[in-house]
């Protein structure tokens, strides 16, 4: 069994930073492809970054326009998302996810495996 555990949100003003951290844990010796989903009000849930095992590769929803970056921790299967000219539309649960019995192609929420509890951002006017 796989656990994942995010930390890092908060209340932050418009155009304000905040780093999100993630780390998968249970299962040693290997690392897996992770990515980071939102979940506003109201909405659906939908993705956000993804990065590959190594950390080589990373894909991005649109509306990330930049304002994002998701990188790899030095610790196995931990992950950030930097966030910075946060929008009030940004306000969401944000949630890690690991892939660790499929593969990418789509990143639909299908394709990860193992989900965290969520962690709140909230974007003030």
């Known amino acids: 069994q796989v656990q994942v555990m995010e930390s890092g949100g908060g209340l932050v003003q418009a155009g304000g930073s905040l780093r999100l951290s993630c780390a998968a844990s249970g299962r040693p010796g290997g690392r897996f492809p992770m990515g980071w989903f939102r979940q506003a009000p109201g909405k659906e849930r939908e993705f956000v970054a993804h990065?590959?095992?190594?950390?080589?590769?990373?894909h991005y929803a649109d509306f990330v326009a930049g304002r994002f970056t998701i990188s790899r921790g030095s610790a196995e299967n931990t992950i950030y998302l930097q966030m910075n000219n946060l929008k009030p539309e940004d306000t969401a649960v944000y949630y890690c996810?690991?892939?660790?019995?499929?593969?990418?192609?789509?990143?639909?929420?299908?394709?990860?495996?193992?989900w965290g509890q969520g962690t709140q951002v909230t974007v003030s006017s």
């Open positions: 996810a690991a892939v660790v019995w499929g593969r990418i192609t789509n990143y639909r929420q299908s394709e990860y495996d193992y």
């Open positions: 990065i590959s095992w190594s950390g080589d590769s990373t």
